[in-house]
């Protein structure tokens, strides 16, 4: 298992800067607002961060008065979330469900929101929920014998999937047509995301740049 993951780690090094730098060089206005089909959310993510910690402060951020220090009552509630799931095991033992519940997982889940679309959410839930609830308790043998190699596989298919999408279909200017699914007229699955304070969406300028 180590000789596997060291080698995956080390081939995904490579092919994640090749592929970084080839994108990078062939994209026109990549990681720009140019070119809503290539965000780049990790590196704004990232950018955004540093300017936070880094040139912004903390302190003008989360400080007292300050727009965002409400946030810092995240670390209240996360610290009294574990706390009352077990009470809840302890004043009802035989309610076997409740072990299940585990608030540092699926606080943690939330970390990586700003950069994944909240619409990943639902359908990972659906996938865990079936292959892990309902495979597992139904066909335990199954489940011990390709739950991991069928997790692997699914993890592998997107990756292939989307290099043959992006070589075969989008470096020949061939694109999918547009639907929520590949983020709607706005690029970003998110409607409202061009609109201005009070919802209203721009009329004298196309939602996506289609030059």
Known sequence: MFITQLIGTIVAGIINYVTANYLMNTIPNICTQGNPRWTCPNANTFYSASIIWGAIGPIKMFGKGATYSSLLY????????????????????????????????????????????????????LAGFIFNFIIARYARAWWKRYAYVFSAAMDSGVAFGAIIIFFVLQNNNIEFPTWWGTGGNTGDGCPLSHANYYGIMPTNRPIINTN
């Open 74 to 125: 995240g670390f209240l509630i996360g610290g009294i979330l574990p706390i009352f799931s077990w009470i809840l095991v302890k004043t009802f033992p035989k309610t076997k469900w409740l072990e299940y519940i585990h608030f540092p997982i699926m606080l943690a889940a939330t970390a990586i929101m700003p950069p994944a679309p909240p619409g990943n959410y639902p359908s990972w839930l």
